[in-house]
């Protein structure tokens, strides 16, 4: 009889299949990176590249959204003395650009041309400098929105007011004071400067897409997205019809240059003789009174038949009196008949 197959036991093949005691240990070891990483990804930074078309769109929108505040407020005051809104512009332009800083930008929120860009400012001395071009970062802190509004809104009023009151104590004259004329110079190097430093952005921005202005870089306020979801909408239909009225516009200013006024005015010179044949009838009447002259002038050089009363009140009334038959300038008068 057979003996028996022996089985091995079950502590045998338990001790042989078994990890080792610290291979739980290792493995954590091994993720603890990775699962540090999947719960800090919410702190890294988002790379997306700021649209410089955008920032060029927002601030023409505020432009724009400046100038349809300042049309309304004229409206309002169309019926007070003429001139007097003139006078007060560099206050009414200050007056409207504070209130768009102190309903946007002083509470944390953008601009409206800002708003329709989905671009809002952001604190570059506070944001994490991690490499890439992320969102984050906070808004514009208290000094910065203060200065902010003294450079745009203060800066721009001071130096409106400055240009208007050196040309009307008319500074840039010789005659003037040594003084005045100094500070003519002054101004007008002033002016070169910012504008030289203006063209000098301009570069740096088209370059990096960091600051559109010199206040922007001063204060390190740049503008950022404010949702990385939201995609720029183009409308092709208005932009069709705005490349086709500037072709149009682009066009005219090349051909009405080089068109003949005096050719213009032949061509439609035998319209205008058959209008009046027909409306005045008989070319024997004065086309004035429409009845036969009692003493017949005749206007030079196109030698058309007057009363002399009709004519000549005509030609004492304005100095450029044109024919009623003909429509060419009157330059003399001459008694019908007459040598």
């Given at each position: 009889?057979?003996?028996?197959?022996?089985?091995?036991?079950?502590?045998?093949?338990?001790?042989?299949?078994?990890?080792?005691?610290?291979?739980?240990?290792?493995?954590?070891?091994?993720?603890?990176?990775?699962?540090?990483?999947?719960?800090?990804?919410?702190?890294?930074?988002?790379?997306?590249?700021?649209?410089?078309?955008?920032?060029?769109?927002?601030?023409?929108?505020?432009?724009?959204?400046?100038?349809?505040?300042?049309?309304?407020?004229?409206?309002?005051?169309?019926?007070?003395?003429?001139?007097?809104?003139?006078?007060?512009?560099?206050?009414?332009?200050?007056?409207?650009?504070?209130?768009?800083?102190?309903?946007?930008?002083?509470?944390?929120?953008?601009?409206?041309?800002?708003?329709?860009?989905?671009?809002?400012?952001?604190?570059?001395?506070?944001?994490?400098?991690?490499?890439?071009?992320?969102?984050?970062?906070?808004?514009?802190?208290?000094?910065?929105?203060?200065?902010?509004?003294?450079?745009?809104?203060?800066?721009?009023?001071?130096?409106?007011?400055?240009?208007?009151?050196?040309?009307?104590?008319?500074w840039g004259d010789s005659e003037q004071r040594p003084l005045a004329r100094r500070a003519w110079g002054l101004v007008q190097h002033a002016e070169g400067l910012y504008r030289a430093s203006s063209f000098f952005n301009l570069l740096l921005f088209l370059y990096g897409a960091r600051y559109k202005t010199i206040v922007e870089r001063i204060l390190k306020a740049r503008l950022v997205y404010e949702n990385p979801?939201?995609?720029?909408?183009?409308?092709?239909?208005?932009?069709?019809?705005?490349?086709?009225?500037?072709?149009?516009?682009?066009?005219?200013?090349?051909?009405?240059?080089?068109?003949?006024?005096?050719?213009?005015?032949?061509?439609?010179?035998?319209?205008?003789?058959?209008?009046?044949?027909?409306?005045?009838?008989?070319?024997?009447?004065?086309?004035?009174?429409?009845?036969?002259?009692?003493?017949?002038?005749?206007?030079?050089?196109?030698?058309?038949?007057?009363?002399?009363?009709?004519?000549?009140?005509?030609?004492?009334?304005?100095?450029?009196?044109?024919?009623?038959?003909?429509?060419?300038?009157?330059?003399?008068?001459?008694?019908?008949?007459?040598?």
């Amino acid at each position: 009889m057979a003996d028996p197959e022996t089985l091995p036991s079950p502590s045998a093949s338990t001790d042989s299949s078994s990890p080792p005691p610290d291979a739980w240990a290792a493995e954590y070891r091994r993720l603890l990176p990775q699962w540090e990483s999947m719960r800090d990804s919410s702190k890294i930074a988002i790379p997306i590249s700021i649209s410089r078309v955008n920032q060029f769109d927002a601030a023409r929108l505020d432009v724009e959204m400046s100038a349809m505040l300042k049309e309304q407020l004229v409206k309002v005051f169309s019926l007070v003395k003429p001139g007097l809104l003139f006078q007060y512009e560099p206050e009414l332009d200050a007056f409207l650009e504070f209130l768009i800083w102190r309903f946007s930008i002083w509470v944390d929120k953008p601009t409206p041309g800002n708003a329709l860009m989905n671009l809002r400012y952001r604190d570059e001395r506070a944001a994490p400098i991690t490499g890439k071009e992320g969102l984050e970062g906070p808004g514009l802190s208290v000094s910065q929105k203060v200065l902010y509004c003294i450079s745009t809104v203060g800066g721009q009023y001071i130096w409106s007011r400055l240009q208007s009151f050196s040309a009307f104590r008319r500074w840039g004259d010789s005659e003037q004071r040594p003084l005045a004329r100094r500070a003519w110079g002054l101004v007008q190097h002033a002016e070169g400067l910012y504008r030289a430093s203006s063209f000098f952005n301009l570069l740096l921005f088209l370059y990096g897409a960091r600051y559109k202005t010199i206040v922007e870089r001063i204060l390190k306020a740049r503008l950022v997205y404010e949702n990385p979801n939201m995609n720029r909408a183009v409308s092709f239909e208005y932009m069709n019809r705005q490349l086709v009225w500037n072709e149009f516009s682009e066009m005219l200013l090349l051909l009405l240059p080089l068109l003949n006024s005096s050719s213009v005015k032949k061509f439609l010179l035998p319209f205008s003789k058959d209008k009046s044949a027909s409306s005045s009838g008989d070319e024997a009447d004065c086309p004035i009174c429409r009845s036969s002259p009692s003493i017949p002038f005749v206007a030079l050089p196109c030698q058309h038949r007057y009363c002399y009363y009709c004519l000549q009140t005509r030609c004492a009334a304005t100095s450029s009196y044109r024919c009623a038959r003909c429509n060419e300038i009157v330059v003399a008068i001459q008694r019908q008949g007459s040598s």
